[in-house]
């Protein structure tokens, strides 16, 4: 079935001939991002030589998907829209909520009753406002999307920071925070930076232990984790086309990691088989014959340094599988080096538990070629030395790879399959140890590791690698071991090597399905949603107050943050995913994952009204009960990581006027802006150093607030010295509207 396909062939009807009017207003060839982004002008008349990294500009994207997690927010915003539908054809999946313990059918069952409530508001916010609705135990938002709604050329945003997956089609797909869902769904245009485009050249093909999963890790690698902010990652060359569309949604969903916009490749001959064996051959059609128009031009692929802001070029032939880790994406080691530097750092080396799946790494390609080597632990008499959880991408996946024997072999190494759902790839595994402080080591085919992520335990030293990497580690029990290179012995005392890892890249026999867990919306129903009251995980919102028309002065400093300080240190998941449809409390675990500067402790920030120590919440708690103003101070890449929106709403709601950092993350810098919260930057990243832990903070220069403006930050220390230093900022005019009019849904 073939979702929105009239949309689709409305967007394809004037593809080319907004292609072809952008080429004429830049003068010259264009990536294929340039042609996507410029087809999705919220306005055509406003096309220009738009400047990549500094031109603000206004997009029309075709869709919106949301996961469980983030939708309840992001539709409670939308409630206060005022709109009977919404504007652009969107879903929501529910996939976040659904905890990792015993196996799928005990825990889908445990999810459907500990749920029951926000599931039953999701399901009938959807149906009021005309959204599809795909249930627990459907899949991972990411692969859903894949299978049903991706198609080459379309832009997309989605309520989740791995939304590039969709890249693996060839759409421009985009995370983003629930106020910005709003808008699209509310038919409001959709502002974005216009990203600076990378051109990443794969000449080869992949062979024995690569995979696509190695390319996006050397990536990681070499751009780090913020090296993508605020670019978009295309690839193209011989060896783009020579990835499947799986494979090359793997790549497109860990761009997340580095930073970037999106990722995208090329419309080719595999998007075409993959469109085809996901029941879309209407799609696949209309796609075959615009694609010219959907990859970059000719000019562009033969002298790319010309029109890419900046090149990389990667031989998939001599690439090497990789693991990257521990605590962050970007550590990329090649397994031929991995084993010595375990040693060298000390790391644990005995691996206790591989997991497989996750958003990035659960196709049907992607558990046969991990089926493939556990088939090999089975014929040479291996016996599997760590634990090994699955988690299927979708039940069409699951189903399918059932069918088709592949889950019988993981299943007989040990083997546990979990719901078609993220699990432990976003906190929610319930790891059943002895000790969950002791230092010890997994290995995921997720997309993220960083500490505490997947099980709480800040000593888990969390590695990132391909699924049949995984597994051959998995059966080791070894970090240390090389697949390539190394023997294992067996039951017999015999030593023997495992075989190269193969797997097809579509099932032949086509996919298959009992239920997918798609549920449409009653398109004549226009009945109210019902929260309950008293609910504990679900609250109507009110909105902020508007800007005083005053600058903000003696600001209480809330915690001064050490380090890193993703997303998940500013708004933890795990146990607190249930609180996501209720934001007075969710807000209790602000920032509770940050290091306070001034004692290396996290959660224990100073109270200056009476001296004491407690939790971040708490304090500020106590300063908003007072109608006091507090500050946030941070580091490098402030709000790496998701589209967490709970991550600025949190500390707006608790009366945090300003947030200070050295640099932003993309996603997180525009939810503060949305939110009415005053997103500034160091003009000197030195004068971090300068803020002391009881001073009182003064943001002045808000009454000439403008683009390119500065704001002068003066400390007031408890010795009676003051100092000043300046900040700066990248709101533009529309922007300032938002920060006045106190959040950018109250300018609606």
């Given at each position: 079935?073939?979702?929105?396909?009239?949309?689709?062939?409305?967007?394809?009807?004037?593809f080319?001939?907004?292609?072809?009017?952008?080429?004429?207003?830049?003068?010259?060839?264009?990536?294929?991002?340039?042609?996507?982004?410029?087809?999705?002008l919220?306005?055509?008349?406003?096309?220009?030589?738009?400047v990549?990294?500094?031109?603000?500009?206004n997009f029309?994207?075709?869709?919106v998907?949301?996961?469980?997690?983030?939708?309840?927010?992001?539709?409670?915003?939308?409630?206060?829209?005022?709109?009977?539908?919404?504007?652009v054809?969107?879903?929501?999946?529910c996939?976040?909520?659904?905890?990792?313990?015993?196996?799928?059918?005990?825990?889908?069952?445990?999810?459907?009753?500990?749920n029951?409530?926000?599931?039953?508001?999701?399901?009938?916010v959807?149906?009021?406002?005309?959204?599809?609705?795909?249930?627990?135990?459907a899949?991972?938002?990411?692969?859903v999307?894949?299978?049903?709604?991706?198609?080459?050329?379309?832009?997309?945003?989605g309520?989740?920071?791995?939304?590039?997956?969709?890249?693996?089609l060839?759409?421009?797909?985009?995370?983003?925070g629930?106020?910005?869902?709003?808008?699209?769904?509310?038919?409001?245009?959709?502002?974005?930076?216009?990203?600076?485009?990378?051109?990443?050249?794969?000449?080869?093909?992949?062979?024995?232990?690569?995979?696509?999963k190695?390319?996006?890790?050397?990536v990681?690698?070499?751009?780090?984790?913020?090296g993508?902010?605020?670019?978009?990652?295309?690839?193209?060359?011989?060896?783009?086309?020579?990835?499947?569309?799986?494979?090359?949604?793997?790549?497109?969903n860990m761009?997340?990691?580095?930073?970037?916009?999106?990722s995208?490749?090329?419309?080719?001959?595999?998007?075409?088989?993959?469109?085809?064996?996901?029941?879309?051959?209407?799609?696949?059609?209309?796609?075959?014959?615009?694609?010219?128009?959907?990859?970059?031009?000719?000019?562009?692929?033969?002298?790319p340094?010309k029109?890419?802001?900046?090149?990389?070029?990667?031989?998939?032939?001599?690439?090497e599988?990789?693991?990257?880790?521990?605590?962050?994406?970007?550590?990329?080691?090649?397994?031929?080096?991995?084993?010595?530097?375990?040693?060298?750092?000390?790391?644990?080396?005995?691996?206790?538990?591989?997991?497989?799946?996750?958003?990035?790494?659960?196709?049907?390609?992607?558990?046969?070629?991990?089926?493939?080597?556990?088939?090999?632990?089975?014929?040479?008499?291996?016996?599997?030395?760590?634990?090994?959880?699955?988690?299927?991408?979708?039940?069409?996946?699951?189903?399918?790879?059932?069918?088709?024997?592949?889950?019988?072999?993981?299943?007989?190494?040990?083997?546990?399959?979990?719901?078609?759902?993220?699990?432990?790839?976003?906190?929610q595994w319930?790891?059943?140890?002895?000790?969950?402080?002791?230092?010890?080591?997994?290995?995921?085919?997720?997309?993220?590791?960083?500490?505490?992520?997947?099980?709480?335990?800040?000593?888990?030293?969390?590695?990132?690698?391909?699924?049949?990497?995984?597994?051959?580690?998995?059966?080791?029990?070894?970090?240390?071991?090389?697949?390539?290179?190394?023997?294992?012995?067996?039951?017999?005392?015999?030593?023997?090597?495992?075989?190269?890892?193969?797997?097809?890249?579509?099932?032949?026999a086509?996919?298959?399905?009992?239920?997918?867990?798609?549920?449409?919306p009653?398109?004549?129903?226009?009945?109210?949603?019902?929260?309950?009251?008293?609910?504990?995980?679900l609250?109507?919102?009110?909105?902020?107050?508007?800007?005083?028309?005053?600058?903000?002065?003696?600001?209480r400093?809330?915690?001064?943050?050490?380090?890193?300080?993703?997303?998940?240190?500013?708004?933890?998941?795990?146990?607190?995913?249930?609180?996501?449809?209720?934001?007075?409390?969710?807000?209790?675990?602000?920032?509770?994952?940050?290091?306070?500067?001034?004692?290396?402790?996290?959660?224990?920030?100073?109270?200056?009204?009476?001296?004491?120590?407690?939790?971040?919440?708490?304090?500020?708690?106590?300063?908003?009960?007072?109608?006091?103003?507090?500050?946030?101070?941070?580091?490098?890449?402030?709000?790496?990581?998701?589209?967490?929106?709970?991550?600025?709403?949190?500390?707006?709601?608790?009366?945090?006027?300003?947030?200070?950092?050295k640099?932003f993350?993309?996603?997180?810098?525009?939810?503060?802006?949305?939110?009415?919260?005053?997103?500034?930057?160091?003009?000197?990243?030195?004068?971090?150093?300068?803020?002391?832990?009881?001073?009182?903070?003064s943001?002045?220069?808000?009454?000439?607030?403008?683009?390119?403006?500065?704001?002068?930050?003066?400390?007031?220390?408890?010795?009676?010295?003051?100092?000043?230093?300046e900040?700066?900022?990248?709101?533009?005019?529309?922007?300032?509207?938002?920060?006045?009019?106190?959040?950018?849904?109250?300018?609606?």
């Amino acid at each position: 079935m073939a979702f929105d396909i009239e949309m689709i062939r409305n967007v394809y009807k004037t593809f080319a001939q907004k292609v072809e009017h952008a080429r004429a207003v830049k003068g010259g060839p264009l990536t294929l991002a340039e042609k996507i982004l410029y087809a999705h002008l919220y306005d055509e008349a406003d096309a220009k030589p738009f400047v990549r990294g500094t031109d603000y500009v206004n997009f029309r994207p075709d869709r919106v998907a949301m996961q469980d997690a983030t939708a309840q927010m992001a539709l409670l915003q939308f409630m206060n829209a005022g709109r009977d539908r919404s504007a652009v054809p969107a879903s929501v999946h529910c996939d976040h909520l659904i905890q990792a313990d015993r196996g799928a059918a005990a825990d889908l069952a445990t999810a459907n009753e500990t749920n029951r409530e926000v599931y039953d508001f999701l399901k009938s916010v959807a149906n009021r406002y005309g959204i599809g609705f795909w249930k627990a135990g459907a899949g991972i938002i990411h692969q859903v999307v894949l299978e049903n709604y991706a198609f080459p050329g379309g832009m997309m945003i989605g309520t989740d920071s791995h939304t590039p997956n969709a890249g693996g089609l060839g759409m421009v797909a985009i995370g983003v925070g629930g106020a910005d869902a709003v808008d699209v769904m509310a038919g409001m245009p959709w502002e974005l930076k216009m990203p600076k485009i990378f051109g990443i050249k794969l000449t080869g093909k992949l062979s024995g232990w690569a995979s696509p999963k190695d390319v996006i890790l050397k990536v990681a690698g070499i751009l780090t984790v913020k090296g993508g902010t605020n670019a978009i990652l295309e690839y193209f060359g011989e060896g783009a086309a020579s990835l499947s569309a799986t494979g090359k949604a793997t790549i497109c969903n860990m761009g997340a990691e580095v930073g970037a916009t999106t990722s995208l490749f090329a419309y080719d001959e595999s998007m075409d088989r993959y469109l085809r064996a996901t029941g879309r051959p209407d799609v696949a059609d209309a796609a075959k014959q615009l694609s010219g128009s959907l990859r970059a031009d000719a000019e562009v692929e033969a002298a790319p340094e010309k029109y890419y802001d900046r090149v990389i070029e990667i031989d998939l032939s001599t690439l090497e599988p990789y693991i990257n880790g521990p605590f962050t994406p970007d550590a990329a080691h090649t397994i031929s080096e991995f084993g010595a530097w375990v040693r060298e750092k000390g790391i644990p080396q005995r691996m206790e538990v591989g997991l497989i799946g996750s958003c990035t790494n659960s196709s049907y390609q992607d558990l046969g070629r991990a089926a493939s080597v556990a088939r090999q632990a089975i014929d040479k008499k291996l016996k599997t030395q760590a634990k090994l959880l699955i988690n299927p991408g979708s039940e069409q996946v699951r189903y399918t790879a059932e069918r088709d024997g592949i889950l019988k072999p993981l299943l007989e190494i040990g083997g546990v399959v979990m719901t078609n759902a993220c699990g432990p790839c976003i906190g929610q595994w319930a790891r059943h140890e002895k000790d969950n402080t002791r230092p010890n080591s997994i290995v995921t085919s997720f997309n993220r590791n960083f500490a505490k992520r997947a099980d709480g335990n800040p000593n888990t030293h969390a590695f990132v690698a391909s699924p049949e990497l995984v597994t051959a580690l998995t059966i080791a029990g070894d970090l240390t071991f090389n697949p390539l290179k190394d023997k294992l012995q067996n039951s017999d005392g015999e030593w023997v090597m495992l075989d190269e890892p193969k797997g097809d890249e579509l099932p032949a026999a086509g996919f298959a399905v009992d239920d997918n867990g798609y549920i449409a919306p009653d398109d004549h129903f226009t009945g109210e949603v019902v929260i309950a009251l008293g609910s504990n995980r679900l609250q109507r919102l009110q909105p902020f107050a508007a800007w005083d028309g005053k600058d903000f002065t003696d600001l209480r400093l809330l915690i001064k943050a050490e380090g890193k300080c993703t997303t998940d240190h500013i708004s933890m998941a795990g146990p607190w995913l249930r609180f996501r449809g209720h934001l007075e409390n969710i807000s209790d675990n602000l920032l509770m994952g940050a290091v306070n500067r001034f004692n290396g402790k996290t959660n224990c920030v100073l109270n200056t009204l009476d001296g004491s120590y407690d939790a971040v919440s708490s304090v500020a708690k106590q300063y908003k009960s007072r109608g006091i103003g507090s500050i946030v101070v941070a580091e490098e890449n402030y709000g790496e990581g998701s589209s967490r929106e709970h991550a600025a709403l949190e500390p707006r709601f608790l009366n945090v006027k300003v947030v200070l950092v050295k640099s932003f993350a993309r996603i997180h810098e525009t939810n503060l802006k949305k939110q009415g919260v005053l997103a500034l930057t160091f003009a000197n990243p030195a004068d971090y150093d300068r803020i002391r832990e009881d001073d009182w903070i003064s943001v002045t220069g808000l009454a000439t607030f403008a683009p390119g403006s500065r704001m002068t930050i003066t400390l007031k220390h408890s010795d009676g010295t003051t100092e000043s230093f300046e900040a700066v900022h990248t709101y533009n005019e529309h922007q300032i509207g938002w920060f006045k009019a106190g959040a950018a849904l109250n300018c609606k």
